[in-house]
């Protein structure tokens, strides 16, 4: 648990040096912060309901809770939902306490409020619903799966958007130029394709680009693309999570997991999440996988897949590297089938050549009156009537007798 700290030291790292200190400086998130808005007013006022920002990484949440902290008159408590627990809650309890005996608001800030069980939410929710404690909860996940419901309920959700290319761009050139927190003292050398191949390369994170910024202006002075490639080997990787690379080593994992390969989709596997890629995107994939190649071969497949993503939503990285290890190999080595997948787009393509095609009525529901006077249900046999071995259309007239499966 830790308040904010208003200064920034040389020694601290470029992107938290380079830190936006107010609303001006903050860049992005327009459509919650932006002139006019609600949220804007509410900080300038010092008016804030409890809530919840809800975005990707980099996206500015934290930032935009510690801007709120440098504008607001209320005590700023600011802890991390993974290191903190009960124990530091009732401390802030007994804080904020203390704060409204004398008129004073607290705020409490969680960062990664996901990572809080329910007993911890439940054990917050009776000091946000009285008023003593406004919230501010971060997180990367969507709330409404991850915050308890009747604390969701009091509180607002703010969903912000990944940084564009061009706002990260903004960001590096102001880091380039400012002098008291920035490189503004180095007569850096960098070419605008350069810096904005950098932007491109961080996935709409802006301290990741700040990152490598920094360590390529510590070995050169003259920063071309040889050295960004080098700066962002060991964290990134040259994996663009929304660019062709991305593409490519997903579609690397699926081919050779289909071509019963282990050791190539461990390899690919390995690639992905070494450059940071989100585990649940990889077991979404590999769930997709065991219906759409092995399917019916092995129906235990897919619950082996959907085990691996849940054991990976649990524990996250890096523990969960082994679950999907365990998973890519399970796949690559089952028997493979496909005919779920090729029967799934040859009924799609009849859905999209014959349109809506009526149901036959004799398997139509019957539920009134009218409908039966007009023969819905009329005729049908009751399978279990007929030991399930009876003659019956289930298809529409024009489709009669079609078969989508071979067996």
């Not at 850096?188 to 932007?199: C, M, P, S, Y």
């Not at 065991?290 to 649990?314: M, W």
């Not at 890519?328 to 009849?350: F, G, H, I, P, W």
Request: glycine share 6%.
């Amino acid at each position: 648990m830790s308040d904010n700290p208003d200064n920034k030291n040389k020694n601290q790292p470029l992107a938290e040096r380079m830190r936006p200190q107010s609303l001006d400086e903050f860049l992005g998130q327009d459509e919650i912060v932006g002139a006019g808005k609600l949220l804007r007013q509410a900080i300038n006022q010092d008016k804030l309901p409890s809530m919840i920002f809800w975005g990707p990484p980099g996206c500015g949440k934290t930032t935009l809770a510690l801007i709120i902290a440098k504008a607001s008159q209320a005590d700023f408590i600011r802890f991390s939902a993974v290191t903190s627990g009960l124990k530091e809650l009732r401390e802030v309890i007994k804080r904020a306490q203390q704060d409204d005996w004398q008129n004073k608001k607290t705020i409490l800030f969680i960062d990664e409020i996901h990572r809080w069980n329910k007993i911890q939410q439940d054990a917050l929710l009776p000091h946000v619903e009285n008023g003593l404690i406004t919230l501010i909860g971060a997180t990367t996940e969507n709330p409404s799966f991850e915050v308890r419901g009747a604390l969701l309920s009091r509180c607002r959700v703010f969903v912000l958007r990944q940084l564009t290319v061009e706002q990260i761009m903004a960001i590096l050139e102001n880091a380039l130029k400012d002098k008291d927190r920035g490189l503004g003292n180095l007569s850096l050398q960098i070419e605008k394709d350069v810096l904005r191949k950098i932007a491109e390369m961080s996935n709409g994170d802006p301290r990741t680009a700040l990152n490598v910024l920094e360590y390529a202006s510590s070995i050169a002075s003259d920063i071309n693309f040889e050295i960004v490639k080098e700066a962002f080997q060991k964290s990134y990787l040259l994996y663009d999570k929304d660019g062709d690379e991305h593409y490519n080593i997903i579609s690397a994992l699926h081919k050779s997991m289909r071509g019963s390969d282990a050791n190539a989709s461990l390899y690919w596997l390995a690639r992905m999440l070494e450059a940071g890629e989100d585990p649940l995107y990889v077991a979404r994939r590999i769930v997709r996988f065991a219906s759409e190649d092995i399917g019916l071969a092995n129906s235990r497949a897919l619950e082996q897949a959907v085990a691996a993503y849940n054991a990976c939503h649990f524990i996250g990285l890096p523990e969960c590297n082994v679950i999907l290890a365990q998973a890519v190999v399970y796949m690559a080595k089952c028997k493979k089938s496909n005919e779920l997948y090729t029967a799934y787009s040859q009924a799609r393509k009849d859905v999209e050549q014959y349109g809506n095609l009526p149901v036959p009525l004799h398997i139509r529901n019957a539920p009134t009156k009218l409908l039966k006077d007009l023969n819905y249900g009329a005729d049908y046999k009751y399978s279990p009537d007929f030991d399930y071995q009876e003659q019956q259309e289930y298809l529409p007239d024009k489709l009669k007798g079609r078969k989508y499966l071979k067996t």
